[in-house]
């Protein structure tokens, strides 16, 4: 098993950044992927950046240019990943939860809030 904790949720102006660290501790060797996902009030969770062991990435249209999910590449490491999140808009207010995916499940965060409000 593993279990994700997120951290680097906030309260920021449009326009503004913020960085959210996804660790992790338990059996992270099997990893295949880990991803960020953000859900609204009455909305549907959603994809926003995932990254794969190989190093690919994928993003969600919404957040393409604006968005960079990225981990610790020391030692090859696949933890913590990070999203640095810039111009920041009103629309990106959302839980942020971590997913890890690995060969026996996929594995779920808190989450942690993110505001964008002026």
């Known amino acids: 098993q593993v279990q994700p904790v997120e951290s680097g949720g906030g309260l920021v102006q449009p326009g503004g950044s913020l960085r959210l660290s996804c660790a992790a501790s338990g059996n992270i060797f099997s990893i295949n992927s880990m991803g960020w996902y953000r859900q609204a009030p009455g909305n549907q969770r959603e994809l926003v950046a995932s990254i794969f062991n190989s190093g690919s990435t994928n993003y969600a249209d919404s957040v393409k240019g604006r968005f960079t999910i990225s981990r610790n590449n020391a030692n090859n490491a696949k933890l913590p990943v990070y999203l640095q999140m810039n111009s920041l808009k009103p629309e990106d207010t959302a839980v942020y939860y971590c997913?890890?995916?690995?060969?026996?499940?996929?594995?779920w965060g808190q989450g942690t809030q993110v505001t964008v409000s002026s």
């Open positions: 997913k890890v995916s690995t060969f026996s499940g996929n594995y």
